[in-house]
C-alpha cells in the first residue's frame, strides 16, 4: 500500500504527498517564503488513527541569496518500511534522511507468527500421515491365509486365465511441441523506465486589495508554465487567499479573483487544465501567519499540481 505524507515547510500548512510503496522515487517542488531567505525548516509528517505524527525534520542554512526564492526539491522513496528524503537546493544535494516505519505494510508480527506456526504445525501433520498409517498396517495382525488350491483345482485354473486375458493399460505418447529457435544475438527489448510523477506547489503574492499579478508573479508563473505545458497534468488546484480585514464578502471575492487571474495566466501560456481543475477562492480561511507585520505573506494564491514530464 502507498504511504501517505505530509508536508510542509516553514510551519505552512500541510501538503499531502503519496508515496508507492515499489521504491519508485516521488518529487515534490517546495519554496521558500521570502525572497534571500537564508534557512528552511522542513517537516514530514505521517497520519496515524487521526494523529499527525512527524517522523522526519529538515534543516536548511546558509541558503543561497539572490533575487529569487531558492527552489528545494523533496524526494521521496518507500520500499520495505524504509522511507528514504533526499533534499536538493537549486539542484544541488542539500541533505538526506532515512527512517523505518512500522506497522506501515502486512500484518501485525504477532499474527504472522501465529499464522507461520498454524501452517508448519498443519505440515508436520501431513508430513508425518503416512508413516502413521504404514505403522498402524504393520502392528495389524495378519488375516488367515486361504488353503492354497491344488493343480487339479479349476478355480486356479480360471483365475490365471483371468490375470493372463488383462491387457496391460497403454500410455498415450504426448507429442512434443516444437519450441521456438532463440537467436542469443538478439537482446530483448527492455521496458522503458516510467518518470516518477512530480508533487508541486508553488505561491505567488499580491498587493493589497488588489487581484493583478506582480512582476515577480509573472516570474514564477513563467517557470509554472514551461513545468506544466507540455507535462501530462494528474491534478491542479488553484486556491486565492487574502489578508483577514475587510468583510466576509469582499475577502471572498479578492480571493476569487486572485485564483482566477493565476489560471488565465497560465491558460494563456499554453497550460492546458484540466476539467477537474480546482479555482477557487477561500477568503482568510487558512492564514499563513496572524502577525500584523507581515499579512503580505496572506496576500497569495497556491498552486498544487501533480504531473507526470513528458
Known amino acids: ?44 509528517s505521517t497520519m496515524h488513527q487521526a494523529q499527525r505524527q512527524q517522523i522526519a ?3 536548511l542554512n546558509n541558503l543561497p541569496s539572490g533575487s529569487e526564492r531558492p527552489r528545494i526539491d523533496l524526494e521521496a522513496q518507500f520500499r520495505r518500511r524504509k522511507l528514504s528524503l533526499n533534499v536538493r537546493v537549486n539542484g544541488r544535494p542539500a541533505g538526506s534522511v532515512q527512517s523505518r516505519l512500522k506497522g506501515t505494510r ?20 501431513l ?9 498402524d498396517q504393520t ?14 483345482s479349476s478355480t486356479a485354473g480360471t483365475v490365471n486365465d483371468a490375470v493372463s486375458a488383462t491387457p496391460a493399460p497403454s500410455v498415450a505418447a504426448t507429442p512434443k511441441t516444437a519450441e521456438p529457435a532463440v537467436n542469443p544475438t538478439t537482446p ?6 516510467a518518470r516518477p510523477a512530480v508533487h508541486e506547489n508553488w505561491t505567488v503574492y499580491f498587493r493589497p486589495d488588489d487581484v493583478h499579478l506582480t512582476p515577480d508573479a509573472d516570474r514564477i508563473l513563467n517557470r509554472v508554465a514551461d513545468a506544466l505545458s ?3 497534468i494528474e491534478q491542479i488546484s488553484i486556491i486565492g487567499y487574502c489578508a483577514p ?37 477561500v477568503g482568510a480561511s487558512d492564514p499563513v501567519t496572524l502577525d500584523p507585520a507581515k499579512q503580505d505573506l496572506n496576500r497569495r494564491a497556491e498552486i498544487l499540481a501533480e504531473y507526470t514530464p513528458q
Do not use: C, F
Open 245 to 281: 480585514a475587510g468583510s466576509e464578502a469582499g475577502r471572498v471575492s479578492i480571493s476569487v479573483g486572485r485564483a482566477a487571474a493565476v489560471a488565465d495566466y497560465l491558460r494563456s501560456h499554453g497550460v492546458d487544465l484540466p476539467e477537474g481543475a480546482d479555482v477557487k477562492g
Open 127 to 135: 508430513y508425518l500421515r503416512p508413516w502413521s498409517r504404514k505403522a
Open 139 to 152: 502392528n495389524a495382525s495378519p488375516p488367515a491365509s486361504a488353503p492354497e488350491p491344488s493343480p487339479q
Open 1 to 44: 500500500m502507498p504511504l501517505k505524507l505530509e508536508v510542509t515547510i516553514e510551519e505552512r500548512r500541510y501538503v499531502p504527498l503519496e508515496v508507492p510503496d515499489s521504491g519508485e522515487p516521488v518529487v515534490m517542488h517546495l519554496t521558500t517564503l521570502e525572497n534571500g531567505q537564508q534557512r528552511a525548516i522542513i517537516q514530514i
Open 57 to 59: 525534520r529538515i534543516e
Open 106 to 125: 502486512g500484518i501485525p508480527a504477532v499474527w504472522a507468527a501465529a499464522v507461520i506456526l498454524v501452517l508448519l504445525i498443519a505440515g508436520i501433520g
Open 188 to 193: 530483448s527489448a527492455a521496458p522503458a523506465a
Open 230 to 232: 507540455s507535462a501530462k
